[in-house]
């Protein structure tokens, strides 16, 4: 079983920069792919970006491509968001998630769910 923590969500203005984590309690944390999802109101919650269990590769949402860095560290047992040029439609709810395999892009990929942090940019 893998327990994950969110933090670093926020209210920030359009532009604006926030930097998400993710800790997480196992063993075996190392061994799977991580990821980064969100959730607006009224929407599905959708795929933002994905890092590879050794962080070799990673993957992002078009439109998150050049703002957002996905990063982990295995050592501590972490999984980051540096979100960079924050706008208005990056509003949602962010959920980071432990995949069943080394890497997954979608949503049934993923076996753990964090409880999720609010990140709200204004204009």
């Known amino acids: 079983q893998v327990q994950l923590v969110e933090s670093g969500g926020g209210l920030v203005q359009a532009g604006d920069s926030l930097r998400l984590s993710c800790t997480a309690s196992?063993?075996?944390?190392?061994?799977?792919?991580g990821g980064w999802f969100r959730q607006a109101p009224g929407k599905e919650r959708e795929f933002v970006a994905a890092?590879?269990?050794?962080?070799?590769?990673?993957y992002y949402t078009d439109s998150v491509k050049g703002r957002f860095t996905i990063s982990r560290d295995n050592a501590k047992i972490s999984l980051h968001l540096q979100m960079d040029s924050l706008k208005v439609e990056d509003t949602a709810v962010y959920y980071c998630?432990?995949?069943?395999?080394?890497?997954?892009?979608?949503?049934?990929?993923?076996?753990?769910w964090g409880q999720g942090t609010q990140v709200t940019v204004s204009s």
């Open positions: 196992g063993p075996t944390f190392s061994m799977f792919g």
């Open positions: 890092i590879s269990g050794d962080g070799a590769f990673a």
């Open positions: 998630a432990v995949a069943k395999t080394l890497l997954a892009t979608t949503l049934t990929g993923y076996k753990y």
